[in-house]
C-alpha cells in the first residue's frame, strides 16, 4: 500500500469547501415547524442564483407541479420543507460538483448528472418497493460520489498504475485503496464528517460500493449502493471507472428486487433525468 498522497489528501479533506452558510441557516430554519415561510424567502431572496437554481428543480418535471412556482414561500407551500431542503442541497452541491474531474475522465457538470441520477433512482427505488424513507436517501445519494472532488487529482497523478491494478480483477475503487491507501468512498465519508452529516449518511457514503463491509448495515445503504451501479450500467456518470461494479448480490436480497423492478426503475430514471437536465 503507498502512502505518499495521504497526508495531502486528508489536507486536501479538511480545506475541502464547506456548504455556503445561508444555506446552513436555512436548513436550520427549514427544521423548525414555527418558521413560516416567508422567512425561509426573505432568508435566501437575497442569493439570486440560490434561489434562481431551487425554482429552476422545482419546476422540473421530476420535482415539480403542474402549476408554475414563482417563489421560494410558494415551493414551500407546496412541496413542504423536507423537499425544499433537497432542493437547497442539490443547488448547493451544483455549484461544488458542475466541474470537470481529471482523474475519473469527467467532463463538466457529469459528476452533477451521475449524482442527481442516483439520487432520482434511489427515491423510484423507494417508490417501487413501497418504503417510506426517501429523505435521507436521497441526500446520502446525492453525496455519495463528493470525495472525487478531493481525489481527483490524485487519482490523476497516478492513473496508470490505478488502471493496471484496477486490471488484475480489481474495482476501481479498489485499485485507488491499493495505489493511494485511501478511496474516494472513504474519503467523501471523511469530508461529510467534517459537515458534521448524520452517522447513516455518513455510513452510506463510505460504503456505497460495499455494503456487506460495513458493520453498521442498512437499507438507505443498500438503496445507495444498487442505485449507483444501476446509473453506471445505463451510461450515467461512468467516466473512467465504466461498467467495473456490480450490484451485490445480497443488497438486492435484502430489499427483495427482482429483475423486473430494476428495468421498471432504470425505464423511469431515464425519464425523469431527461427532464430535469433538458429544462
Known amino acids: 500500500m503507498k ?9 486536501n479533506v479538511k480545506s475541502f469547501p464547506s456548504i455556503p452558510f445561508v444555506a446552513s441557516k436555512i436548513f436550520g430554519m427549514l427544521d423548525d415547524e414555527d418558521v413560516s415561510a416567508e422567512e425561509i424567502e426573505k432568508e435566501v431572496k437575497y442569493d439570486a442564483g440560490l ?12 420535482f415539480g407541479f403542474p402549476a408554475k412556482v414563482g417563489s421560494l414561500k410558494q415551493a414551500v407551500v407546496l412541496m413542504g420543507a423536507n423537499r425544499v431542503k433537497q432542493l437547497l442541497l442539490a443547488s448547493c452541491m451544483n455549484a461544488i460538483m458542475d466541474k470537470e474531474i481529471e482523474g475519473y475522465d469527467l467532463p463538466s457538470g ?23 424513507d426517501s429523505e435521507d436517501v436521497f441526500t446520502a445519494a446525492l453525496l455519495h460520489d463528493i470525495g472525487k472532488l478531493a481525489l481527483g487529482r490524485f ?11 484496477s486490471l488484475k480483477s480489481k474495482s476501481f475503487v479498489e485499485a485507488e485503496r491499493v495505489v493511494l491507501g485511501t478511496d474516494h468512498a472513504e474519503v ?50 461512468s467516466g473512467r471507472e465504466g461498467l467495473r461494479y456490480e450490484v451485490t448480490q445480497s443488497a438486492l436480497e435484502r430489499l427483495g428486487l427482482k429483475l423486473g423492478h430494476l428495468e421498471s426503475i432504470a425505464s423511469r ?4 433525468i431527461e427532464s430535469l437536465f433538458i429544462e
Open 188 to 237: 467523501g465519508a471523511l469530508i461529510l464528517k467534517e459537515w458534521a452529516f448524520p452517522d447513516d449518511i455518513i455510513n452510506t457514503v463510505r460504503w456505497h460500493h460495499a455494503p456487506d463491509e460495513s458493520e453498521n448495515s442498512s437499507r438507505m445503504l443498500d438503496i445507495v449502493h444498487v442505485a449507483n451501479v444501476l446509473c453506471l450500467m445505463i451510461g450515467i456518470g
Open 110 to 132: 457529469e459528476l452533477w448528472r451521475h449524482s442527481i441520477a442516483v439520487s432520482v433512482t434511489a427515491e423510484e427505488m423507494v417508490k417501487e418497493l413501497k418504503f417510506n
Open 155 to 165: 487519482v490523476k497523478d497516478e492513473i496508470k498504475e490505478i488502471e493496471e491494478e
Open 3 to 11: 502512502n505518499k498522497h495521504l497526508h495531502k489528501i486528508f489536507a
Open 269 to 272: 430514471t431515464l425519464h425523469s
Open 51 to 62: 434561489t434562481a437554481n431551487i425554482l429552476k428543480m422545482a419546476n422540473s418535471a421530476y
